[in-house]
């Protein structure tokens, strides 16, 4: 998904770069359109670094001759026919009268007319500016468009008054523009704690015991997860994957290290995911020493915690949800954990089919609950993640009902 970031001149214009970031943290490309005022706060080659794509600074860009550059000239055609949203923060009051006028006299207004994208304005002022009538009556323009307004925080100004004029948290704007993107914010004031990945139990100095688990199912939990507005701690096994820089990441090796992350983390969650293949053997002795080859050799090997079982012992109000790796009786088995594991709901795949499962960018799963059986039939982790998340969200909204009632 791709994202136009309007920044006007303010001097809120710095947290626009923490507000790419953030889109960023989601899989989102943006591209930033200064105004000239903007560029006296903020240089343009600071947005450039962040978004890694080229700043729009003008209506023409001259490429240091005379004569405009026409591709540039007819540039906001070309941003308003490929952006998903476009949204204006810091945006001024001046910049709020020509959108809701309709004048368009330079990149950013030009653009706003010409895009069909939905639209998020996250206003920043003086208060007497943002009080005044003429502003009011322009906003309520705007908002009778469907134009979505971020509203301004309250509290002290840089111009030295108190009042309401602040440019409105950075989460809270990033939030309205996932929103503008169809991406549902119902996992908003949640902390999802999501294991991932194998883990390696160690045999001696270069060697380990570990399994085909990628971390995709898990990584995908975890972004789906910060999309749909939630705090994600990740604690990971190794993978080749970057974790996404939103989720608070704990990289761990082996199940013991695992569980000892988890116990940590557990009681700043309020829902748990395990998606993670962890060892259910782990090495009685590690040797200190690199093993000598053999004509044979004998491990002896321990149970290795259960991390499930032992986050059911310690949870509080948590939901947990686990995964199930099955190669046979598939249902029948995955009942068997979501009862003995004291589970509120178990995502079981058939690890036994090709091209799905571990490994892969694809899954086909069950999601089973107290009282339901969802079948999501084969598609990528990211829409698995997602199923999984609106079962969470369900089960969340029953436990509340209950709560509430009880
Ligand atoms: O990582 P990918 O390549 O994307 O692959 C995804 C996946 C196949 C690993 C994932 O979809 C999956 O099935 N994860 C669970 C794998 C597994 O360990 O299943 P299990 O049936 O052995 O364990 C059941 C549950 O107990 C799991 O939630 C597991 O995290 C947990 N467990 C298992 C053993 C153990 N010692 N401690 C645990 O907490």
Redesign the pocket.
């Known amino acids: 998904m791709k994202v136009a970031l309007g920044v006007c001149g303010g001097i809120a214009a710095y947290k626009a770069a923490e507000i790419v970031r953030l889109l960023q943290d989601r899989g989102i490309r943006v591209q930033v359109i200064m105004t000239d005022s903007a560029q006296e706060f903020i240089r343009p080659l600071t947005f450039a670094a962040l978004s890694g794509e080229k700043v729009i600074t003008g209506m023409f860009n001259r490429d240091g001759g005379a004569e405009p550059n026409i591709d540039s000239a007819i540039e906001h055609i070309a941003v308003a026919q490929s952006i998903d949203a476009l949204v204006i923060a810091p945006a001024t009051a001046d910049l709020i009268a020509k959108f809701a006028q309709g004048i368009a006299n330079d990149f950013l207004t030009t653009l706003y007319l010409a895009t069909t994208a939905p639209v998020v304005v996250a206003p920043a002022m003086n208060v007497n500016m943002w009080d005044h009538p003429a502003t009011q009556q322009n906003l309520g323009t705007l908002r009778k468009r469907g134009v979505k307004i971020v509203e301004p925080g309250s509290g002290y100004l840089a111009c030295g008054m108190t009042g309401p004029g602040r440019l409105a948290e950075n989460e809270a704007v990033v939030a309205a523009v996932m929103e503008a993107l169809g991406a549902a914010q119902d996992l908003r004031g949640e902390t999802v704690l999501i ?3 194998p883990t390696r139990e160690k045999i001696d100095p270069v060697r380990y015991l570990s399994n ?7 990584y995908a939990l975890a972004e789906a997860a910060l999309r749909r507005g939630a705090r994600v701690l990740l604690v990971s096994g190794p993978t080749s994957l970057k974790p996404p820089s939103a989720a608070e990441t704990t990289m761990v090796e082996s ?1 013991k290290q695992m569980l000892d992350a988890v116990l940590r983390l557990l009681p700043e969650a309020s829902i748990v995911i ?7 053997y782990t090495i009685a002795k590690p040797s200190a020493q690199k093993i000598k080859r053999a004509a044979g050799m004998t491990l002896d090997l321990e149970p ?6 032992e ?1 059911a012992r310690h949870k509080k109000s948590q939901l947990v949800i ?5 190669t046979e009786n598939v249902i029948e088995n995955a009942r068997k ?1 979501l009862r003995t ?1 004291s589970l509120d709901a178990i ?1 079981v ?1 058939d ?1 036994s089919r090709e091209g799905v ?4 960018d694809r ?1 086909a799963v069950t999601i089973l609950t107290g009282s339901e059986t969802i079948p999501v039939s084969e598609t990528t ?1 990211w829409e698995v993640a997602q199923r999984v998340l609106d079962c969470v969200v369900e089960l969340k909204r029953k436990s509340k009902v209950l709560a509430v009632s009880s």
């Open positions: 294991t991932a990945g085909r688990s990628s971390g995709r199912m898990g199940a395990k998606t993670a293949a962890v060892a259910d290795a915690p259960d991390i499930l079982a986050t686990g995964f199930a790796a099955e954990k594991k995502v795949n690890v499962g571990f490994d892969s899954n982790k």
